[in-house]
């Protein structure tokens, strides 16, 4: 009954492809001077030619597979457990060829198709089990009406890891000065309720796009989101105000905003997305990405409603865009690692920039990416030296950091000092003594998450010794009092040969 329902259907998609095919000509004649018809009526028969594909792929080959390994094990069993291990196998292997190589992303693209291979075989298996196709049916009608139950109750952002991990960095940074007690809740609109001045948070995040139209989106597959005191938004899906957001959200406060912001871990990762592992990390609840009402449909949210998990396959089909109630935000470092890409759209006349990832080669490639950005979205030009960071022979190099200079156009210009993980060779010696033992310190792969005391220390001090560094005299002279101004200006004048 299975294969004469699929038959039927493939025998209707031929038929339709066929006639599609036969009116093309007719279509070209007909609509000479209308190309938006022309190229509609052309997609939608290349849907048809695809759905039909799929569907003789699926609906024919497939349940050949099936019953030829279940022939082989005889245990319905042993075939989804084979199909389970294959994706992880197949990833395995990719990453030890190397995920960027041909193969690899070979390897990586089969691991992703396995996915929704397993789900079909688990269909085989399960009305295997049951013994018949109108009992399958009833237990799938049961089993339909038990999730949509659930679907319409849950929060999607409330069933994954992101809870606890916003709640374990708000019991860590959360505190209230000197006395430790915790700050959290904090509504991201008063976050500088009780004084007018500085400092103004500018949290970032990167928005998952990936099924985004907008052509401005390819190869990035994301875009900048900003979580601030009066507003939250992304240059695509505009902008509304932080306490409107929260309404309809209500657990959107800073500890939020900054989980999300750290939000490495997600089945969607901005520009560093791998397409072949997202379905098995969204299936797997690996998911520390939060979705957020959406700025551009802030009115058509009712107050505090939140997600439903109907999200979640949204994210197992990859079908993320900008056009939802809600999208899916992730780490700012998805998109820009640097998080000054909001400073330089403000066009601020002094930043600075501390660039602590995983760099063995010191080839810098948040900074260059960051470059490219403000020159193709903003029209800024970074025009920077990094000689003094690329290591010699020895391995150390001649300093910390380097000042470069920020071209906003129209005669306006700023600077920025860009901080880097390095070694000199003039570090205390028991830092000296842990980079000969970890010749990759200080960049340490960030997977390791786990650090022993002498790990701790060694990043530590570095970083202590190049703020050290920042402030010695040649640099900043003797000064009786020191402002942030006046020493990012003495940086300038003994960096530059202009003066500010």
Known sequence: GFHDGVGSLLLGLLGALMLAVLGLPIVYRKW?????????????????????????FLGWVMPWVYHGLRWLTDSPGTVLALFAALPVLLAVAAFAIGSASLLGRVLIALAGVAGPLLLLMSYFALNEWIGTTSGWIIALLLAAGALIVWLWFVNANQISPHRYYRNRLAETYLLRKRKEEPVDPQPLSELRAARKAAPYHLINAAVNLPDSKDPELRGRNSDFFLFSQHFCGSPLLSYCETDKIAKKDPSLDLG???AVSGAAASAYMGTGTIKGLAFWLALLNIRLGYWVPNPKRISEIPDGLGPRPFSLWTELLGGLDETGKFVNVSDGGHIENLGIYELLRRRCKFIIAIDGEADAGMTFPSLMRLIRYARIDLGIDIRMDLGDLRPGSSGFTKAHFVLGEIDYGAGQRGYLLYIKSSMTGNEPDYVLDYRQAHGTFPHETTADQFFSEAQFEAYRRLGEHIGDDLFRPELIGQPVTLSLESWFRSLVRNLFEEAV
């Open 32 to 56: 000479a001077s209308e190309r938006k018809r022309i190229e509609t009526y052309e997609k939608w028969t290349i849907r048809i030619a695809l759905v039909a594909l799929g569907i003789w």
């Open 256 to 258: 939020t905003a900054m």
